[in-house]
């Protein structure tokens, strides 16, 4: 239940202000963004998302690369397609170390970029994912 789960990851949340509880407590709105996204709550989700890139620190390299990846996957749900573009790159550009998340972001582009008319971009990020992560089950995705 998205529901529970929700006041779960609040309560995650509230309980982890302590300065090294920082951790826990971006997993925690984390995982309450994936919970408003599955309600199809996607403006909180995004704030929610927005709210842990601007809070977390640049050395929580995986943390940003999933707010980002997951931003892009809510601006996607909501039609926002140049946003989403964006967000995906952001994961491309700067967190190409976070190689799950940079696996998925790459796919995503793919299929975006194809939908945005760049035929050629879409063929090279596929040829990038293909090349880096050959055994990523994204590379073996269709548009992947």
Known sequence: DAG??????NEV???SSAPEAAAT?????????????????LDQAVATLDEVIKSA??????THAEAWL???DCLRLKQAFKPALYAY????VLYEGE?????????????LWQQAGHADRSASTSAKL????PNSQWAKSPGG
Not at 4 to 9: D, E, P, Q, V
Not at 99 to 111: I, P, S
């Open 99 to 111: 190689t799950v998340q940079h696996a998925e972001a790459l796919a995503r582009l793919v299929a």
């Open 25 to 41: 407590k971006f997993a925690g709105m984390l995982g309450k963004a994936a919970c408003l996204q599955s309600q199809s709550n």
């Open 89 to 92: 790159l952001h994961v491309d």
């Open 13 to 15: 949340i509230q309980q």
């Open 57 to 62: 620190p640049d050395t929580e390299t995986k």
């Open 4 to 9: 529970a789960a929700l006041a779960k990851f």
């Open 130 to 133: 293909k090349q880096m992560y």
């Open 70 to 72: 997951r931003k892009g």
